[in-house]
């Protein structure tokens, strides 16, 4: 099944006007948009200023030959992606393979023949237009190979990313020091039965976005949103000796933010935040929907320090105090049950010495 002939924007560079008359001439018979240059100089001009699928060129020109065109356009990135047909009155060897070893695709003798002129073109801009399909699909495929790694990285940790897309089949490594902290808004769940679903949202995701590009400053890892909670971990999955002040800093200028905002009914956003810290197990779990998550004795307590502390307030365990009690302020709040655990000595963060 014959196809239809590609219709191209093409230049005509001849220093003879007869020539580029009749070239012109029949180009636009066929259906082709012409151009014309008279000279090297103003054919290179044009080439930079539009777009054109092949060029038709002449060698013998004043100022600028052929080749001196061909050689330009092989330096440059743009230029040398367009098909070249040089169409000349010298007809020894040593031009043809001169002008092929500079770009040329063909080369055509003077006086030429209308048919087989056409027939060349036609096969160059087909060639060019599958080659600039093939293009378009790469760049494609670029884009969504970007928004994939983009996604793959909202998910998980960038270190872990890059293992899982080496090929990893199970991620699950044991640190032996890591910070975590959890901070809830308070009464939200009250609230949220009393709101919008679009309220609701809406208050969640903007207090969130600050939280995340706070944990981003600080070089730290968000672990996940479960309803008004958010989870962040320091020391992991890249270890890192001061986890603990940098948690406890974060968790401080939380605080400080979320006092900024109001609910839709005009009430303040208070949190209550809670840390731990102490080893803990990492990984990702699942196959689908999969997250990176921690586990072990320190997520727990850290999760009690949250759930048993105070609105305002960031509630943290002796083995916080103990290594941030000279650089951080503190206020001894006495004992709690822990589940498991029994009663434990915590302490709330006020701020920095």
């Not at 000279?39 to 004043?62: C, K, T, V, Y």
């Not at 995701?205 to 981003?216: G, K, R």
């Not at 400080?256 to 810290?277: L, T």
């Amino acid at each position: 099944m014959a196809t239809t002939p590609v219709k191209g924007s093409i230049l005509v560079v001849d220093d003879t006007e007869d020539i580029r008359v009749l070239l012109k001439a029949n180009l636009e018979f066929f259906g082709h948009t012409v151009a014309e240059a008279k000279n090297g100089r103003q054919a290179l001009e044009m080439m930079r200023s539009q777009p054109f699928d092949l060029i038709l060129l002449d060698i013998m020109m004043p100022g600028m030959n052929g080749y001196a065109v061909l050689e330009n356009m092989k330096t440059d990135f743009v230029l040398q992606r367009i098909p070249v047909i040089v169409i000349s009155a010298i007809h020894d060897l040593d031009s043809v393979v001169r002008c092929i070893e500079l770009g040329a695709v063909d080369y055509l003798p003077k006086p030429f023949k209308t048919t087989l002129l056409r027939a060349r073109i036609d096969t160059l801009l087909e060639q060019k237009r599958l080659r600039d399909q093939e293009q378009e699909y790469l760049i494609m495929i670029e884009e969504e190979r970007a928004k994939a790694e983009q996604l793959l990285l909202n998910i998980l940790p960038a270190p872990i990313a890059e293992r899982l897309k080496a090929g990893e089949k199970i991620i699950a490594d044991s640190f032996p020091e890591a910070t975590v902290m959890f901070a809830d808004v308070v009464d939200f769940t009250a609230y949220a039965s009393n709101a919008s679903a679009s309220d609701v949202v809406s208050t969640l995701n903007n207090i969130f976005i600050v939280f995340d590009e706070l944990v981003e400053r600080h070089g730290l890892e968000k672990i996940k949103t479960t309803g008004d909670s958010y989870m962040v971990v320091g020391g992991l999955p890249l270890p890192r000796p001061d986890h603990v002040e940098a948690v406890a800093e974060l968790a401080l200028e939380m605080q400080a933010e979320a006092v900024k905002f109001r609910r839709f009914d005009g009430s303040p956003v208070r949190i209550r935040a809670g840390m731990h810290c102490g080893p803990v197990v990492a990984g990702v779990i699942g196959k689908k929907k999969f997250i990176y998550d921690l586990w072990g004795d320190t997520v727990n307590i850290a999760s009690r320090m949250e759930a048993l502390g105070l609105a305002d307030h960031i509630q943290v365990s002796s083995a916080v105090y103990e290594r941030l009690r000279d650089r951080f302020e503190f206020k001894e709040r006495g004992t709690i049950e822990v589940k498991g655990k029994g009663e434990m000595q915590t302490y709330l963060l006020l701020g920095k010495k």
